[in-house]
């Protein structure tokens, strides 16, 4: 080969590596009751960052999945065409009970245990981790109807994963799907037009028909949907099968796939109720309430795939920096380069704290912890917002990394900047995620307490964090333009849970830059400009990827 041709100072591929070897997750699988689960997590981490499964997401975002409405002489069928590496992901990501397991797990951490997990093989490729969510989600909202969820739930939790269209009883596992969003409402679901009327003898079969247009279903191939219509008592949440009990096909009818910046591998479509038969879900009239259930879960799995994404970005960025020289020396020993992968870290980690957090707060109040509980509501809604705000800008800083190579598709980092908007998006953007809080802190004052009361488990230990907490403490009393200013009342919350944490928890170089930054306001706008003082090297050792 000419000399012209000689390749140096090329980054050698991430492959090979535990991605669960990651001491924020680690100590907070830990500290949060699911070590029970390390030698398992670590067996998922050595896959997700093997060649084979890197090799699984990048076809499956490539080859994306189609629609095919008829066959070929000219009967409806409805389905949608995946990759077959779509499926080896799905079925990993079950059989590792990344779904609904931890509902019929009697054991404590169970939840922390699957967040951890989600989070690990989220990293490979995030699409096909919606439905996976959306299943996890739907147990609690089915437990509204006992004898729903004493036929499904144990399908829903099986570590067997059975795609195709057929009857949901007959199979050895269920994929559960999300149908809310109408074009005319969004957000609003009290706005949706979708009726249900009473089945059978009026009603007397316990099913509704329903008819009416969704705009927005992910993972339309799921077994079931959780839906809502305007029922003759008000908007309600029905269960609809892709295929009845009797193995005929329901009247979904799925019009067209979304052409979506990112999350390609994940098919989305519109979808015609065209007097589809459902099951109610609770009672009439109390849709909301009920299906709320399931969007909780899924905001919080929103905030473990924004915290994953960064620790991704992080990692392929501190990677990259290790192995390419500029001026002499290793990127990542140039000082300005290592005050940004350290922000980078600092940002990562302090997500994926919180994530644990979250998911430890939920497993103890499935399990009745009523002050966890409380605490959830509000932090939940909390780190909605702002942890998926912060996702996008993360991205494109570890893109930036990277120099023109990170704006390639082959390094993997344009995928990470299309797909890191749409957890902000999902179940809520971020005016609903801050109104929300807002809600939250009117109606539920016990959560108020218990967020405060989680803050004071760190006081005296950063003077910084005390005097952000005291400031932001005296600001929830002042309900004068409480909506304008929701925005901002509502990151500062989170930046002090989140500082909180790691001041009680985190490694004491990361909580230092955290409370430096974050909290004692000398810190820029843009990622890299943290103040002198920290040891940003030691910070970013924490996010170097060890082959």
Not at 246 to 257: E, F, K, P, S
């Amino acid at each position: 080969m000419p000399p012209t041709h000689e390749v140096t100072n090329q980054v050698p591929p991430l492959v090979g590596h535990d991605v669960a070897d990651d001491p924020a997750l680690l100590e907070g699988l830990r500290r949060e009751g699911a070590d029970w689960a390390e030698t398992e997590l670590r067996e998922l981490g050595v896959l997700a960052g093997g060649e084979g499964a890197q090799e699984w997401g990048r076809l499956a975002n490539e080859h994306p999945p189609v629609l095919r409405t008829h066959d070929r002489v000219g009967q409806r069928i409805d389905e949608v065409e995946f990759h077959p590496h779509w499926h080896d992901l799905m079925a990993v990501a079950v059989s590792h009970g990344l779904h609904a397991a931890p509902w019929r797990q009697d054991r404590p951490g169970a939840h922390v245990a699957r967040a951890a997990k989600f989070y690990v093989w989220s990293q490979v490729e995030a699409g096909h981790t919606c439905p996976i969510s959306m299943t996890y989600s739907a147990v609690p909202a089915l437990r509204h109807s006992p004898g729903l969820a004493a036929e499904y739930e144990p399908l829903l939790a099986a570590r067997d994963y059975d795609f195709g269209l057929r009857a949901p009883t007959t199979k050895r596992g269920l994929i559960a799907g999300m149908s809310m969003t109408e074009k005319q409402g969004g957000s609003d679901v009290r706005a949706n037009t979708t009726r249900a009327v009473p089945g059978g003898a009026n009603g007397t079969d316990g099913t509704y028909v329903l008819t009416g247009h969704k705009w927005f279903t992910s993972a339309p191939m799921s077994d079931v949907f959780l839906t809502l219509a305007q029922a003759p008592g008000g908007l309600s949440c029905f269960l609809l099968p892709r295929v009845l009990p009797d193995g005929t096909r329901n009247a979904l009818h799925l019009q067209r796939l979304k052409d979506k910046l990112g999350n390609r591998s994940n098919a989305s479509a519109e979808i015609e109720y065209d007097g589809a038969i459902g099951w109610l879900v609770g009672e009439e009239g109390r849709g909301v309430r009920t299906i709320i259930e399931m969007v909780n879960n899924t905001r919080l799995d929103c905030v473990i795939g924004g915290a994953a994404g960064m620790r991704h970005g992080a990692v392929r960025a501190t990677h990259h920096a290790t192995h390419r020289h500029a001026f002499g020396a290793p990127l990542v020993r140039q000082p300005l380069m290592t005050n940004v992968l350290a922000d980078l870290t600092v940002e990562a980690e302090a997500a994926t704290t919180v994530a644990l957090r979250l998911a430890a707060a939920g497993d103890r109040a499935e399990r009745g912890d009523e002050q966890e509980a409380a605490f959830r509501r509000l932090a939940l809604a909390v780190s909605k917002y702002w942890v998926c705000k912060r996702a996008p800008a993360h991205a494109a800083e570890a893109l930036e990394c990277l120099g023109g190579n990170g704006y390639v598709e082959e390094s993997g980092m344009p995928r990470l900047f299309r797909e890191s908007p749409l957890s902000s998006i999902w179940e809520g953007s971020g005016n609903v995620a801050a109104l929300d809080t807002l809600r939250a802190m009117a109606k539920s004052p016990e959560s108020v307490e218990a967020f405060a009361a989680e803050l004071r488990l760190a006081s005296g230990a950063d003077r910084r964090l005390d005097d952000a907490v005291a400031d932001v403490l005296r600001d929830l009393a002042d309900p004068a333009d409480a909506e304008f200013r929701a925005r901002r009342l509502v990151e500062r919350l989170a930046l002090v849970l989140q500082g909180s944490l790691l001041v009680r928890h985190g490694d004491k170089d990361v909580a230092d830059a955290f409370c430096a930054s974050r909290l004692g306001g000398d810190w820029g706008v843009a990622f890299g400009t943290l103040p002198p003082s920290v040891a940003a090297e030691a910070v970013v050792d924490r996010a170097r990827p060890a082959q």
